[in-house]
């Protein structure tokens, strides 16, 4: 039996764990629209937004690099294009 044919079965196999890899992580549908216009869950949130209340009581001081991330992640979520200017403009 030629070797190509020996690992057919084997490859099938494989494409098919892969196809249903593959279907089961599929995300769930994100709502159309959010009242305020942003929704954090199309970002990954690298920046903790949660930690930035917007309060000098609350809110820790940020570096630049933390506060770029912020507005990147924001710009993102967001759900028409934004009048800010571009994280590398920062």
Do not use: K
Not at 13 to 26: P, R, S, T
Not at 45 to 53: F, G, I, K, T, Y
Not at 65 to 89: C, G, I, K, M, T
């Amino acid at each position: 039996m030629p070797r190509s044919v020996r690992f057919l079965p084997i490859l099938s196999l494989l494409l098919a764990v892969a196809a249903v890899q593959g279907a089961a992580a599929a995300p769930e549908a994100l709502p159309a629209q959010t009242p305020h216009g942003v929704l954090l869950d199309r970002t990954l949130p690298l920046a903790h937004l949660e930690d930035l209340a917007g309060t000098a009581a609350a809110a820790p001081a940020v570096d630049l690099a933390r506060w770029r991330q912020a507005v990147h992640e924001l710009r993102r979520a967001a759900e028409s294009p934004l009048a800010w200017p571009a994280p590398r403009d920062l």
